[in-house]
């Protein structure tokens, strides 16, 4: 038996064998991409082949710890029903030996081509990185190039942490943009190109700490991605090393984008500030695609790295992906909607207009659950604060808050009662406008938070009881008025 046939059967019978535990779990989702068994992380290879949409993702299956890394994979027809088709990846040649890392997907002349790096380790723990290709007819079964790796090492001025390639065309020359650290040990994004996929030059660096006025920007930069949206060049990192800055960068590693031009001669970009992509508890490694609608589609991991005490590793599995967004540009900045997709899980409507709320709590009947979708519009009047509570117990020790505060004009989300796991509180500034609106997706053990059509975005992991089912709508000092609140259970 050959290497890689071993491998793989050696993860499939990890699987085999941990699945009862794994699916024994309440706090599987229902409506999310996660791990069969094991680990999940960034999200790869994200692209809309052959009128069907694929997503690759870091995967350990032997345990919840961060080991030797497979791709697993999924599919889908329409964003919402993914198919598991198993392993694409293993990690089975002498430039992989440590891990299949991270990368992204193409379509070459019909041909489904994973873009990937190699992780070495010597005996020492010295690393060495490698870009290698792997390649498909059907979308599921990949053969590695046989001449990978096809970009060696790093470039000179940096270190070995060169990773997480993202490669796309653009008038016939295929660019890639990767995840660097200057000897200095600053983090980087480079942007290289080819004509083949196999022969790669470095064009320069596309930006980077301590560069276009990102001071002291983190010792690493991750998983970089650089698509146009609305005639401007979005470049999306994820910068480790930033350090917390009030509300900001509180998570141990951060996700976001700045909006400029790229000059793809010199590999340069101008561009403004950094802005954070989600301002929750959970989100990392974001990766983006268009599809044949001409959506630019985002997916991220609804996880971060080193935070490995979710409840969920008692029973066999940890993390799992977001919902699939939908990026627009408005005024600079990246707007994230839930993909259309989503309404088609809808069920059993619940409903209610106009519900005066004068500093008190209320609930509504046939407003509870742990999978549902709730839209809901408040009209501010005088209220200081004013928001919800879910997730909550019938004795009200376990539930998730969030709220708006006026004083403060800030979106609050506090899970230090959410039940079992992380504590803590997340906020971020939103004007203070007549009305504000939510869209909260709710799927057993997560949480995503769209506030004024995708203006922000909580994303969170919680793990209350399975009881906890109550929510419960409050304004304090003073009244707003419920103009509608619509949920939905999800199937």
């Known amino acids: 038996m050959n290497k890689n046939n071993e491998l793989m059967n050696k993860a499939y019978d990890a699987i085999q064998n941990n699945k009862d535990l794994v699916n024994s779990d309440y706090y599987r989702l229902k409506y999310h991409t996660m791990p069969p068994t094991g680990l999940l992380n960034d999200p790869n290879g994200f692209i809309q082949f052959k009128g069907e949409y694929h997503v690759f993702y870091q995967f350990h299956p032997f345990g919840t710890n961060h080991g030797l890394k497979y791709w697993g994979h999924y599919k ?63 979308g599921i079964n990949f053969e590695k190039y046989k001449d990978n790796p096809v970009i060696h090492n790093q470039p000179e001025g940096y270190t070995r942490h060169f990773r997480d390639p993202k490669v796309w065309r653009k008038d016939g020359i295929w660019y890639m943009i990767i995840g660097a ?95 954070e992509l989600d301002r929750g508890f959970e989100f990392y490694a974001p990766q983006t695609t268009i599809d044949d609608k001409g959506r630019r589609l985002l997916i991220a991991w609804m996880g971060l790295p080193e935070e490995e005490e979710h409840p969920t590793t008692e029973k066999g599995w940890i993390h799992a992906m977001t919902i699939p967004r939908v990026l627009e540009l408005r005024e600079n900045k990246v707007i994230q909607k839930p993909v259309e ?97 939510l869209n909260i997706f709710m799927d057993t053990s997560s949480l995503e938070i769209f506030i004024n059509d995708g203006e922000e975005v909580f994303t969170s992991r919680i793990y209350p009881d399975k009881e906890s089912l109550g929510i419960k709508i409050f304004a304090n000092e003073g009244s707003i008025n419920l103009r509608e609140i619509n949920k939905w259970n999800l199937k």
């Open 76 to 138: 889908s027809k329409d964003l919402i029903n993914w198919d598991d088709t198993g392993i694409a990846l293993a990690p089975s040649e002498w430039y992989e030996s440590h891990g299949c890392y991270s990368g992204s997907a193409v379509d070459d002349n019909g041909i489904l081509t994973l873009v990937y790096t190699g992780n070495v380790k010597d005996i020492d723990g010295n690393r060495e990185t490698y870009q290698c290709l792997a390649m498909s007819k059907d």
């Open 181 to 275: 650290q200057s000897i200095k040990e600053e983090g980087r994004a480079l942007l290289l190109k080819s004509e083949n996929l196999k022969n790669w030059n470095l064009v320069g660096e596309v930006s980077g700490s301590n560069i276009n006025g990102l001071n002291d920007f983190g010792f690493m930069w991750e998983c970089p991605d650089l698509f146009e949206l609305d005639e401007k060049d979005v470049l999306i990192i994820s910068p480790q090393g930033v350090k917390p800055k009030g509300d900001l960068y509180n998570n141990i590693y951060q996700s976001g984008y700045v909006v400029g031009k790229l000059d793809y001669e010199s590999g340069n970009m101008k561009h403004g500030e950094f802005i």
């Open 341 to 437: 997709e989503m309404k088609k899980l809808r069920k059993d409507l619940v409903s209610y207009n106009n519900v005066e709320i004068n500093d008190e709590e209320i609930t509504l009947e046939n407003i509870s659950g742990d999978v549902f979708e709730i839209e809901a519009t408040f009209e501010v009047k005088d209220a200081k604060k004013f928001g919800m509570k879910l997730r909550c117990s019938k004795d009200l020790s376990e539930e998730t808050l969030m709220y708006y505060d006026r004083e403060d004009r800030k979106f609050v989300l506090d899970r230090n009662k959410s039940g079992k796991g992380y504590k803590g509180i997340r906020k971020c500034y939103i004007e203070d406008k007549k009305e504000l609106k």
